[in-house]
């Protein structure tokens, strides 16, 4: 395993953001993986797509993943964040075996630790930008326990949108929006639940370079600001090059780790 979050320091000349991170302690642990497999089942054919896979995701840590189309990113991060059972292996979110719980004990664990940002956005089209945000607080406690705490939700996810420049987009639907205020959206809902696991698979992929970045920008503050594990998937060097660590994915098997080196 290639754990070197011990070792959290940045890249000679790397970018400013990269360097705010030089001398951070690693947090806790929020992430443990160790050992996943995932196998699909096609028939009488069975497809390996992970082959052994350990991770793990400190507080205050921006994660990169990288590696070719088809290399088990996605698989992985799904796997991680809970979404889908590993066919061997642990993953353990705040010290807790993700998959020795109960359905509802996972899906408790999940909701208040982990926010997702996915490439597509994943808007409900039916619902407009606010309802949208509001989304994760009405699956967390059911539509009638909602109703009790809905005014203070809804300040949070006011205060999200309106720091999110969407003030004016607030009853737009995806439909109206740009795909840049889509993912904008799509992290103020991530964050609503105020989780300290973010899980973003390839969040600026659909977007131009000067969206992706705006877009980027708001993610990495609020990482910073609220202490983050961002864990991140992406094709771009550059954003890789402003993370604190970068891993390396081939068919199924993290082959290396480039931790940013120490200046000096
Ligand atoms: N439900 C599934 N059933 C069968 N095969 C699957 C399933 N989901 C993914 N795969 C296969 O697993 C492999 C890895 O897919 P995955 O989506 O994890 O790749 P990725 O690294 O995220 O690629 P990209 O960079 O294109 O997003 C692919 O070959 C894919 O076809
Ligand atoms: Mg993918």
Redesign the pocket.
């Known amino acids: 395993m290639n754990d070197l979050t011990d070792n959290m320091a940045v890249e000679p000349g790397a970018s400013p953001e990269a360097a705010q991170h030089q001398g951070r302690q690693p947090g806790r642990l929020l992430i443990e993986a160790k050992g996943i497999r995932r196998s ?1 089942k ?1 028939g009488d054919r069975t ?1 390996d ?1 992970l082959h052994g896979v350990d991770l793990n995701l400190r507080q205050g840590e921006r994660l990169c993943l990288m ?10 991060l799904n796997i991680l964040g809970l979404l889908d059972k590993p066919t061997k292996g642990q993953v353990s979110v705040q010290g807790l075996d993700g998959w020795s719980l109960s359905t509802a004990k996972r899906a408790e664990l999940r909701n208040n630790h982990i926010g997702y940002v996915f490439q597509f956005y994943h808007l409900f089209a039916e619902l407009n930008a606010l309802e949208n945000t509001l989304l994760p607080a009405m699956l967390k406690h059911g539509f009638w326990a909602y109703q009790a705490r809905k005014k203070q939700y809804k300040e949070r996810a006011l205060e999200l949108l309106h720091r999110f420049g969407l003030e004016g987009r607030l009853k737009h639907r995806p439909g109206k929006l740009s795909g840049g205020e889509q993912q904008r959206v799509a992290i103020a809902r991530a964050l609503l639940l105020d989780p300290p696991i973010l899980i973003a ?2 969040p600026t992929g659909n977007l131009d370079r000067a969206t992706g970045e705006t877009v980027l920008q708001l993610l990495f503050q609020e990482q910073e600001q609220r202490n983050l594990g961002l864990l991140l ?1 992406t ?1 771009d060097e550059s954003l890789a090059s402003r993370c604190d660590r970068v891993l390396h ?1 081939e068919d199924g098997i993290i082959q290396s780790a480039s931790d940013q080196p120490t200046p000096g």
């Open positions: 699909y096609i497809l797509i590696g070719a189309s088809g290399s088990g990113k996605t698989t992985l698979d390839e998937v094709h994915m």
